[in-house]
């Protein structure tokens, strides 16, 4: 049996303890051996994608129990692509944080490293209840990531994000209970088998579980109308977690996308597509609300944590097609809407630091140091998030337009996304224009003569993982063939499910 | 049996979302724990209620306890504790930041 499916989960636990036995001031050495792990996270994500990419589904059964009566793990192409997508995502946000941000409280590189294992314990597990673990293995570190360095503003959203998602937490074991009564299992291959062939008086009971597990993921991948602690949350944590954090709302996604194909989908007898008449509609009033939300928000950071809330529409939307081109688009979506997002967060947290007590405020504030590389990186991270030509943003909404053509919601589907595209552009010329060409030499506040901003001179730490990102979707630009593809595999894949059942319990049977 | 149990999940389940509504983090403490109880008991139950019954399959016995909910049950006490604790140091935390315990740091008069 091949040890690789477990490499991603071993290696930042391991990483995180080793962590937790060095003395807090030896902040070097932590970070060295962080960013080392993350590194290798990215190699091993690399090999991980590279072995499944051929069709192979990996199956590691934990302790060697066969399938259906131990926990086991699952790698293909869906969990593959994730954590390659995780673990890039994670070493430059982690390059940011070596800024300072990690001195600003304790332990914040074990938490970081927990966080990683979390993530990618929720996409390898294949085990409902091991997705409940890992799901508050994520969440408990990201409490925790999400309130460092402290502050009145942090504390009362992260107090908010907190008590949500304990509630969301409830409600899975209620779900996950209700499951196991009835079908006797929790294995989410062995659960596919059973919910194909459920009696009827069991079909309420088990409806009522699947609808309440969506619920739980909605909640995680902030679909209206329960998206409301994520603006807040995302737009006061430290920057590096807010960038870590764009990839939370994807378990969410990930989550949906995994349980409604296999255990829900095409083949569940009485319960097949369960969430047609849900996700659809759901989707698309959350791009709109997210648009409007981003129109709204005050600040830099509220808009690209709406931003986050409109790429969670726009993916689901894709994803509720429930057609190979749909899922294949959202799967080509999810990547660049991840890194662009981030990097916004990264590059708002340069803008803060640079425009005083004005923050990242949208209001006329004074010329900010740097300002034309700051205000050019803007910029094209703007055509990034606004989906314009020619870069990876315009390929990917392309995609989910195209798959949409066959849908009868299409009028609906067209409108609401090409209008959400527009309104994302207004709110970026707006936000840009405010920050860099309307700036003026008097500071409003006080009536004095300022020419710029407070001096804060520009690190590589800083512009690096800024820079790498953008480099990450204009690879995905320029490899939109070889990526799309791989999206069009992964779909069939996730569609055909006899053969995912078969590999993890056809094992089992050995 | 059953019944006296399912009506217990339900009057905890209905305090515990009571006081998650409230507008102080003391009450709304009390009903993440009242609901992390009710979701325990009710995970507990999934197995069904069997008295005297031994855990695991054996040759003499002819009908056994399931148990599966009850390594689920501890792991969901592990977790729901722990979480638990952390929301109370976040609740003094929240507390002595803003000076009030109410959720959103208003205060109220």
Not at chain 1, 305 to 319: D, N
Request: net charge positive; hydrophobic share 55%.
């Amino acid at each position: 049996m091949s040890h690789l499916a477990i490499i991603p989960l071993l290696l930042p636990l391991f990483t995180g303890i080793f962590l937790l036995l060095l003395r807090e001031q030896r902040i070097y050495i932590k970070r060295t051996l962080s960013g080392i792990s993350s590194l290798i996270q990215i190699a091993f994500a690399a090999y991980l994608l590279c072995t499944v990419s051929n069709g192979n589904i990996l199956v590691y059964s934990l302790s060697n129990w066969p399938a259906p009566f131990g926990i086991v793990l699952m790698a293909d192409r869906l969990a593959a692509l994730l954590i390659l997508t995780t673990s890039l995502l994670s070493v430059f946000a982690l390059i940011y944080a070596m800024r300072g941000t990690d001195r600003e409280g304790r332990q914040f590189h074990i938490l970081f490293q927990l966080q990683l294992f979390g993530l990618n314990g929720a996409f390898l597990t294949a085990d409902l209840f091991n997705l409940f673990v890992f799901f508050e293995v994520l969440l408990l570190a990201s409490y925790s990531l999400m309130l460092h360095g402290g502050g009145r503003k942090r504390i009362r959203s992260g107090l908010h994000f907190v008590v949500i998602n304990v509630v969301g937490s409830s409600l899975f074991l209620f779900a996950a209970g209700i499951l196991y009564g009835v079908l006797g299992t929790l294995n989410m291959a062995d659960l596919a088998v059973k919910v194909a062939h459920i009696t009827p008086d069991n079909i309420s009971l088990v409806k009522t579980a699947a609808l309440l597990l969506f619920t739980v993921f909605a909640l995680k991948a902030a679909l209206l109308p329960l998206y409301l602690w994520l603006p807040s949350a995302y737009s006061q944590t430290s920057a590096p977690a807010a960038a870590l954090f764009t990839i939370m709302t994807k378990v969410g996604i990930y989550s949906i996308l995994r349980v409604y194909t296999l255990i829900f989908g095409n083949e569940a007898g009485p319960l097949a597509n369960l969430l047609d008449d849900w996700l659809l509609p759901m989707a698309l009033l959350t791009i709109i609300i997210g648009s409007f939300g981003l129109l709204g928000s005050k600040r830099l950071r509220q808009q690209v944590a709406y931003l986050v809330v409109i790429s969670a529409g726009t993916l689901l939307t894709s994803f509720s097609l429930n057609s190979e081109a749909g899922i294949a688009a959202g799967l080509y979506y999810l990547p660049h809407t991840t890194f662009a997002a981030a990097a916004l967060f990264l590059l708002a947290d340069l803008i803060v630091k640079r425009r005083d007590q004005m923050e990242d405020k949208l209001e006329e504030g004074f010329v900010i140091t740097r300002q034309r590389l700051l205000g050019m990186t803007f910029f094209v991270l703007a055509i990034l998030v606004s989906s314009l030509p020619p870069l990876s943003g315009f390929i990917g909404k392309f995609m989910v337009l195209r798959a949409a053509l066959e849908h009868p919601a299409l009028p609906y589907i067209m409108t609401i996304i090409l209008a959400s595209g527009l309104l994302t552009i207004i709110a970026m010329a707006r936000t840009g224009s405010l920050f860099f060409y309307e700036a003026h030499a008097v500071d409003k506040s006080t009536n004095t003569y300022v020419k710029q901003g407070p001096p804060e001179p520009l690190r590589v730490r800083e512009l690096l993982p800024i820079f790498s990102l953008l480099g990450l979707c204009l690879l995905i630009t320029a490899w939109s063939g070889p990526i799309s593809q791989y999206g069009q595999d992964t779909a069939k894949q996730l569609l055909d499910t006899p053969t995912y059942i078969h590999a993890v319990l056809g094992k089992g049977v050995q | 049996m059953e019944a006296l149990i399912s009506i217990l999940i339900g009057i905890l389940t209905a305090g515990g979302v009571y006081l998650c509504l409230r507008s102080h983090t003391f009450p709304v403490v009390l009903g993440l724990t009242l609901l992390s109880y009710a979701v325990n008991l009710f995970l507990f139950m999934m197995g069904r209620l069997v008295i005297g019954k031994p855990p695991i399959i054996t040759e003499q016995a002819s009908n056994y306890a399931d148990p599966l909910p009850q390594a689920l049950v501890l792991t969901a006490i592990v977790i729901s504790f722990a979480m638990t604790a952390y929301i109370i140091v976040l609740a003094l935390k929240a507390r002595t930041e803003m000076g009030n315990d109410h959720v959103d740091g208003k205060e109220i008069r």
